[in-house]
């Protein structure tokens, strides 16, 4: 940024400088040809108005006058083809062919500017001339005093937006040495006042996100804690069953605890499977793939799923839908529909009833789920949906992460759940959609 800053400044005022330079010699070059010119013509009439007095007279004024045929040439020519007189510099032969005005000749190699005319008895033809080399060292000159001024202001400008520049940027390098010296677990925020107002919003930025990794961190760390005990349990749970198996004296004692290993074994697995899903979902979710997401079918779906277990325990899965769509990802929304139709079942007594609901609402779309079981009490409620709390039967098997998957999912889709309790007991959950 320094060099591009000092290198368009000093070539902008460089471009501009001589730009000026340029159309102030043109300028300068049109106004001293016309005061030079407006000086021949004078120094003519001055010779034309001595023509009356003895020419002699006239060549003894102007040959004293070394001010005069210094910066000028002329001639006397009577009747204008007689040599009467003429100056010191000029040429023995006619300056112009021209009798009256301006001139412009070439003498010996050289350029003149000539300015002709007759006396007032119109017996003398007066050329007085001067040569234009003298006017361009005139303006050369001037061009010169210009252009060497931005010889040397030049590197003097660009020592001083230099350090123009290391001024105001300094803030900028104070801030980038303090992120580049920084520990990465030191997620403090930065100091704003410090920073430019053009900065302050960057700084804010970092700041943000300093704090969304650190929530972040401190999520996979809570996570990670809390899925290395859970995992400990049927872990060991299974090496109990596993030693139980062999050291059993019957074969029907064996069995029994295989048959615990295996069940041990499909908890442990459930809870991976879970834990894998809540671990895709804690990243940010925001470039899934959205699209118009038909409920129906969707619960539908989610109900096969969930017949099998429901079967076995005598359970009923009542729907009550109507046609109503989402904004979202299908995958994601099986999920969440599958935890909760697992957990309504696992929760309800045999026998029972499970009720689905799907239904419009004037600003988007409702689930709702409904069991018969003992139900959470109102103060508990506020704990479902945190990871690994378990708020119902111990008996029951589970891993107290379906609801934290099933809030997870809701929040990527800017829905709300909710939890209340069921008409005769149990626990309703919904799931309200907003419009998007």
Known sequence: ????????????????????????????????DELLDAHLAQASSLLIAQAGHDLEEIDEHVSGNPRVTRRV????????????LRSANAPPARMSDSD???SDVRIDGQRWRVYSDWD????????????LGARDEIVTAMARNLLVPLVVALPLLALLVWLSIERVLRPLRILN?????????????????RAPIEVAPLVQNLNTLFERVHTSIENERRFTADAAHELRTPLAALRAQAQVARGAADGRERAHALDNVI?????????????????????????????DVALVPLVQAAIADAAPAALA?????????????????????????????????????????????????????????????????ADARQRLGERFQRLGLADVPGTGLGLSIVKRIAELHEARV?????????LTVGVAFAKR
């Open 1 to 32: 940024m320094r060099r591009q800053l000092l290198v368009l400044l000093l070539a902008s005022v460089a471009v501009i400088w001589i730009g000026v330079a340029i159309a102030s010699y043109i300028d300068a070059r049109h106004e001293i």
């Open 177 to 193: 040495r303090e992120v580049a010296e920084r520990a990465p677990d030191r997620l403090v925020p930065l100091a704003v006042g």
């Open 73 to 84: 040439a002329f001639q006397f020519w009577e009747a204008g083809t007689r040599l009467r």
């Open 263 to 291: 069940a041990g074994c499909d908890r442990a697995a459930h809870l991976v499977d879970q834990l894998l899903t809540l671990a895709r979902l804690d990243p940010e979710h925001s470039h899934a793939a959205l699209a």
């Open 418 to 426: 909710t939890f209340g309790e069921t008409p005769g007991g149990g």
């Open 100 to 102: 009256r005005g301006f």
């Open 120 to 131: 007032r008895k119109h017996r003398y033809v007066v050329q007085v001339g001067e040569r």
């Open 313 to 377: 325990r005598n359970i009923d899965l009542e729907l009550r839908a109507e046609p109503a769509s989402v904004r979202g990802d299908t995958r994601l929304l099986g999920i969440l529909l599958r935890n909760l139709l697992d957990n309504a079942v696992c929760y309800s007594p045999a026998n029972a009833n499970v009720q689905i609901g799907v239904d419009r609402t004037h600003d988007g779309a409702r689930i709702t789920i409904s069991d018969h079981g003992l139900g959470v009490p």
